[in-house]
Nanobody
Framework: HVQLVESGGGSVQAGGSLRLSCAAS????????MGWYRQAPGKEREAVAT??????????ESLKGRFTISKDNGVNGNNILYLQMDNLSPEDTAMYYC??????????????????WGRGTQVTV
């Protein structure tokens, strides 16, 4: 199991930027695929981006060019996942969740394969 704690959300004007962080601890060596999902009120959960243990990113087609995912492999397996969001619009308003799963990222964007989730951080544009 891996513990995930998001931070960095907040309110920003349209056109602005935010960087979300997700601190991962625990069995991060096995949970080798990490990603971001978001969910707005009354809408389905939506895949944002994911990154493999080798650092290979995948970003939702509609978000490419504005959203960037990256990861720092910290000491003792305490990794930090980032989501840089630029040129934000009101449509990006949602709760953003960090997620992790073992076995690689082949299932992305299907969220059901991710077995560890953070509590989320709210982004309001």
């Amino acid at each position: 199991h891996v513990q995930l704690v998001e931070s960095g959300g907040g309110s920003v004007q349209a056109g602005g930027s935010l960087r979300l962080s997700c601190a991962a601890s625990g069995n991060t060596g096995s949970y080798n695929c990490m990603g971001w999902y978001r969910q707005a009120p009354g809408k389905e959960r939506e895949a944002v981006a994911t990154i493999s243990s080798e650092g290979v990113p995948s970003v939702a087609e509609s978000l490419k060019g504005r959203f960037t995912i990256s990861k720092d492999n910290g000491v003792n397996g305490n990794n930090i996942l980032y989501l840089q969001m630029d040129n934000l619009s009101p449509e990006d308003t949602a709760m953003y969740y960090c997620a992790a799963r073992p076995g690689g990222c082949a299932s992305w964007p299907d969220w059901s394969w991710y077995t560890s989730w953070g509590r989320g951080t709210q982004v309001t544009v």
